[in-house]
């Protein structure tokens, strides 16, 4: 492991539903600064591993530690007031608030203090979103509802950033954009960003660092160009669809 | 990792002695006035003050120690009991739930007989036990089989459509006034008003239908209440018809194959050759009531077979996917409201030969808040669940009216009728926590192609409305 | 049926003066266009330009403001969508959808909600449920026959073995597909697919594209679909209409589409001067259309990567194989360096085997058939130009047979010449787990390379199954 103390580390976590094993023994860890991506087929458990990492289901065994904190039992609210911030899967966004709204409850943590900043920035990244300020977000498409989501978990100020598949249903641009902004947000702030991805070569050009999860189990982790250069990753994640 | 914080759990037995004390200091602020002293008038009519300390004692006592095995003992085994069982255990239950049903079923066949068998033993005479079994005939037996039935009813609209409805008591009050009204004014029998009855029910099932099919959720829920209630304020205010709060007196009672159940010569007990008894009525009562619950779960269990019946439940899951896939969602929830209502125009119809007498006292929201939580602690959709729930909350409440013991415990001026609702209401909190989707949560698929694997409750919807 | 394409050019969707408007929202502008019928018509756009919209307007899911949808079936009926409710959109116009976040009956097994499409002709056959309910005949066929109908559709998404689980409980890519499939069992003769590759994974993806074509040529269903995914949009559908804030900015073929720089600057996603180069670069190196160029922008990323850490060069781990040269040109417009990394061997009988109804766009796909061989012995080419029938082995359907000759897989004597480390490749693009092993891949290989040494050209030989 890295010199520096990893910012999220998890060691060995077993999450179950109902009496399914989801994860087995699932260890990665984050250091500060870093993007870490997850691969993997869809029902391999990356959003499983998401989701434990806010306590929502908890590890039945297993540590999650953040900053050199023991966040396994914590309760999933004071998981957010760490500044660990998620968006989830099914974008999960207040169909009945506007999006201004949506935006404000992102930035509850902080009282609304850096809400005009901040809000500025995440409409330079979506100014899609801008344009439908007052729309409730229910009504939005589904694409701009993924930006919501986003946009909200970045609202919160976070020092870790939970990203669970932000491409679902975007366009190509946006993709691009998404991304852009990412790697900018985490040069500049030295965001550190742990994120799920079916368009795993989108997310290992983007990633320092990945690991590929199959059936609740990591089989494999190295740094983005050892697993974009993996023949087996390769073929798994990378080739399917170009033939 | 190594200055990872080490948040290392107390010993059990350390943590449960804090608990212990805790809970019991707890108590003791808690209980410390109100039980600890009482005031009382002494005969000159002034209020002195009684002190009960060893009252109190035993209060403090009790949460203290319990509280500590709680924790000490009962959560820690539980707790390794739950994580053994998993696999393993799943397997055994399930043989025996499979044969729970028919087993069930037999007991209920031949329940009012072994009543009698085991009060004949016990009395010694043959007119011992048949009079003595009229209460558990009748209390027991006939009472739970009735909200068996409702609920069983409800089970279609709540537990497969997924429509939450409030005001089911309102068919029942329709099934009850069609027979009292039709057969004192037109000397109807029984066996033709009956199907009337419960057609006259689904009439108004599909009327209350029409209105809230647009609505949904909390709004249904709201608007079916108003739709008892004014059911009942009818039934209250239309006097000229229904003699208003006065009800409906004399009514018929049934007939078997047009032998009617009186003293007389013709009688049923007299062409028997049996001793005179009302005993024999309440036995035929309940046969019928338990007829009529099995043909509410046959017709559920082969509707559920049906396209309308998956349609149901279809429709309890998505209302917008059901649409895209060319299912009219109005003229199904109409059926769904129409069927359930049939149903509770039955057990009406034969709530009113029961009593032989109706009135809109018996028709007011508890009852259908009743019914409704039979269906949700039963588990939404399954009619064993369902079948055990109303035997626990019926057959409970009844019990209560029997514990005479416990005068002795409380003082005779305890009346234990009078937490009937304060046990029910527990009662149902326990269970909530216990089984969030009642006692039978699992659903059993209407269809397979390898096995018939249950359904977890995990996935199931409870509906919209 | 895809003659009929050809032949048959009259539109099945015809599309006129379509506006939405939410309050002061215009979602949809003065829209038209047509979806041919038997063909797949693509509608790509920015995120919230209008596409969901105009998906709602076709299923009568929302009114149109202004507009007609003009419907024709087979038979030569003429609907108009934006009269009619959507379920009769479904029942009688024969247009079924899918939903971008998959709205499945989550809590009923994945057989019943293939029944639940089935639920109109079902309804019919059960004479509305009453003679059902009386256990006719009749019913029991049909219920039996639309069973077997959706066994059919299972085969189809390779979801038979999990039939009976509850559809909530499938692995997301799965319950796309079987989304897709519930839509098919209502008959539809236009499907509308709302990002049906949304979620998936590039091999999901690829599944979904022959599952589609299937669809297609088998049923002769037309197909419009909404999707982001270029891979699957540009390599299957007809015909792609591009909308931006609800307006058409661009219709044609997919070529047409692509290479037409609105909609590159509006969706695609290359900044301009990035296109011109690319453009440059594709001229200088032959390929006339700029989703091939675009593919090398990510070649590039490749490159650059490989340059960050040349201690471990990618083109090591690839056995060699000669690169092509187009590709190779390309490249080395911009690098100087040219290393096979993503070196696309191009395996001929791969290539042939695709889509061979459609040859959409033949620069694209002999540059995309990428297959670096996974397995130590992969070859480039078949011995002697032909391959053997890998099909003959258990478990090897003509699927996996096409997967491993792109893997450079050919012969039964490579096959039984797999270590370990071979079986985990190949199980990883195959996605089987175990299956190699436990269906004996390597010893019917064994049998049979012995057999086709004595009898060189191998036969389908019966025995050894």
């Known amino acids: 492991m890295s010199e520096k103390q990893a910012l999220l580390s998890v060691e060995g976590v077993e999450t179950y539903y109902g009496n399914i094993r989801a994860l087995s023994g699932v260890t990665v860890h984050a250091d500060p600064g870093e993007i870490v991506a997850l691969i993997g087929a869809n029902g391999a458990g990356k959003s499983t591993l998401m989701m434990t990492i806010f306590g929502m289901p908890r590890a039945r065994t297993g540590r999650v530690i953040f900053d050199g904190k023991d966040i396994t039992q914590l309760p999933t609210h004071e998981i957010a007031r760490l500044r660990i911030a998620q968006s989830p899967e099914g974008r999960r966004i207040f169909p009945r608030m506007t999006v201004q709204e949506n935006l404000q409850m992102g930035a509850s943590l902080d009282k609304l203090e850096y809400f005009d900043e901040d809000s500025r920035m995440v409409f330079d990244l979506f100014p899609r979103l801008k344009e439908r300020i007052n729309q409730r977000g229910g009504t939005l498409s589904g694409g701009e509802q993924q930006m919501l989501a986003i946009g909200r978990a970045l609202m919160a100020r976070p020092r870790l950033l939970l990203l669970d598949e932000p491409s679902l249903g975007l366009a190509p641009l946006i993709i691009k954009h998404i991304f852009e902004a990412i790697k900018e947000l985490n040069k500049t702030t030295g965001l550190t960003v742990f994120l799920v991805e079916q368009n795993a070569f989108g997310a290992l050009k983007l990633a320092d660092r990945g690991y590929v999860m199959v059936n609740g189990i990591v089989t494999m982790s190295g740094s983005s160009a050892e697993l974009l250069a993996n023949p087996e990753v390769r073929a798994a994640y990378l080739e399917g669809g170009r033939h | 990792m190594a200055d990872v914080q080490k948040i290392e759990p107390d010993s059990v037995f350390a943590k449960a002695v804090k608990e212990g004390l805790l809970a019991g200091a707890l108590a003791f602020g808690l209980f410390f006035l109100i039980v600890g002293f009482r005031t009382d008038q002494n005969i000159r009519n002034e209020l002195v003050l009684n002190q009960r300390w060893g009252l109190l004692a035993i209060f403090v006592l009790v949460a203290g120690i319990g509280r500590f095995l709680l924790t000490a003992y009962i959560t820690p085994w539980s707790e390794a009991r739950s994580k053994n069982k998993r696999a393993a255990v799943e397997k055994e239950q399930s043989a025996f739930r499979k044969s729970f049903p028919k087993i069930g079923l037999g007991l209920l066949l031949i329940y009012p007989f072994l009543v009698i068998l085991i009060l004949w033993a016990y009395n010694g005479s043959i007119m011992g036990g048949l009079q003595g079994s009229l209460k558990y005939v009748d209390n027991f037996g006939i009472q739970i089989l009735i909200y068996v039935m409702l609920a069983w009813g409800l089970n279609i609209v709540v537990g497969l459509a997924g429509l939450l409805d409030l005001g089911y008591v309102a068919f029942y009050a329709v099934g009850a006034y069609s027979y009292a009204l039709l057969s004192t004014h037109f000397g109807l029998s029984f066996w033709l008003l009956l199907p009337m009855a419960g057609i006259f029910a689904a009439l108004w099932g599909i009327m209350l239908g029409f209105p809230v099919l647009r609505l949904r959720g909390d709004y249904l829920a709201i608007v079916t209440l108003a739709f008892g209630e004014i059911i009942r304020l009818v039934l209250i205010n239309w006097t000229v018809v229904t003699k208003g709060t006065f009800g409906i007196s004399g009514i018929a009672k049934a007939t078997l194959f047009g032998i009617p159940f009186t003293p007389g010569p013709t009688g049923f007990a007299a062409l028997l050759g049996l001793p005179n008894s009302g005993v024999y009525y309440k036995i035929f009562l309940y046969y019928l009531i338990l007829l009529l619950a099995l043909l509410t779960a046959w017709v559920t269990i082969r509707l559920r077979r049906m396209p309308i019946g998956r349609a149901w439940e279809a429709l309890r899951e998505d209302e917008i996917a059901c649409r895209s896939l060319g299912i009219n969602t109005t003229t199904t929830k109409l059926t769904a409201f129409a069927t359930g209502a049939m149903f509770g125009g039955f057990a009406g119809s034969f709530f009113a030969a029961r009593q032989g007498f109706v009135s809109p006292e018996s028709f007011v929201f508890l009852e259908s808040a009743i019914i409704l939580a039979i269906v949700v602690l039963g588990g939404m959709g399954s009619l064993v669940g369902i079948a055990i729930a109303a035997a626990v909350m019926i057959g409970g409440t009844e019990l209560l009216r029997e514990l005479e013991f416990l005068k002795r415990i409380f003082g005779p001026d305890f009346t234990p009728e009078l937490y009937r609702m304060l046990l029910f209401g527990l009662a149902m909190i326990v269970v909530m926590v216990w089984k969030p989707r009642g006692f039978v949560g699992n659903r059993e698929p209407s269809a397979f192609l390898h096995k018939r694997k249950m359904v977890s409750s995990e996935f199931t919807k409870e509906g919209h409305g | ?465």
Request: aromatic share 4%; with cysteine.
């Open chain 3, 1 to 465: 049926m895809v003659s009929e394409v050809q032949n048959n050019p009259t539109a099945i969707l015809r599309v006129e003066r379509l506006s939405m408007k939410f309050g002061g929202l215009i979602a949809i502008n003065d829209l038209n266009f047509e979806a041919r019928r038997g063909a797949i018509t693509a509608l790509i756009g920015p995120n919230g330009a209008g596409k969901t919209t105009v998906f709602n307007c076709i299923t009568g899911f929302y009114k149109p403001t202004e507009g007609m949808l003009t419907m024709t079936r087979q038979n030569g009926e003429e609907y108009l969508l934006e009269r009619m409710a959507d379920f009769v959109i479904t029942k009688k116009a024969k247009v079924a959808r899918t939903f971008q976040n998959i709205r499945l009956f989550s809590g009923l097994t994945v057989l019943e909600n293939l029944l639940v499409a089935q639920h109109n002709p079902l309804m019919l056959s059960s004479g509305f449920t009453i003679l059902g309910l009386l256990g006719l005949p009749t019913y029991k066929k049909a219920a039996s026959d639309a069973i077997e109908k959706a066994r059919f559709w299972l085969d189809k998404i390779n979801l038979v073995e999990r039939a009976d689980d509850p559809a909530g409980d499938l692995p997301y890519g799965a319950q796309r597909r079987l989304e897709i499939a519930r839509a098919m069992c209502t008959d539809p003769e236009l499907l509308c697919l709302d990002e049906p590759a949304a979620g998936l994974n590039a091999r999901e993806s690829a599944e979904l594209n022959k599952l589609l074509l299937d669809i297609r040529d088998e049923t002769g269903t037309s197909i419009l679909l909404i999707e982001h995914d270029m891979s699957v949009v540009m390599e299957i559908s007809d015909h792609v209409v591009v909308l931006e804030y609800g307006t058409k900015i661009s219709d044609g073929t997919p070529e047409t589409v692509k290479n037409d720089p609105k909609v590159i600057a509006a969706y695609l996603g290359v900044e301009d001067e990035e296109v011109v180069e690319l453009i440059e670069q594709a001229e200088a190196a032959g390929v006339d259309d700029i989703t091939a160029a675009v593919d090398l922008l990510s070649t590039e990323a490749l490159h650059e990567i490989e340059e960050a850490h040349p201690d471990m060069a990618p083109a090591t781990l690839i056995p060699s194989a000669p690169a092509k040269v187009r590709r190779a040109r390309a490249t080395a417009a911009k690098k100087p360096v040219v290393k096979s990394v993503t070196d696309k061997t191009a395996a001929k009988p791969a290539a042939a085997s695709t889509v061979k109804s459609k040859p959409i766009n033949p620069a694209a796909k002999s540059l995309v058939a990428i297959k670096p061989g996974a397995t130590a012995n992969a070859l480039a080419e078949p011995r002697g130009g032909k391959a053997d029938k890998l099909i003959i082995i258990k478990g090897i359907g003509p699927v996996n047979e096409r997967k491993l000759n792109e893997h450079g897989i050919f012969h039964f004597d490579q096959i039984a010449a797999w270590k370990k480390a071979d079986i985990i490749a190949a199980e990883a693009y195959l996605a089987f787990d175990g299956r190699i092993a436990r269906e004996d891949w390597i010893g019917q290989a064994k049998k049979l390379a012995k057999q086709s040494q004595v009898t060189p050209a191998p036969k389908k030989t019966r025995g050894a199954k």
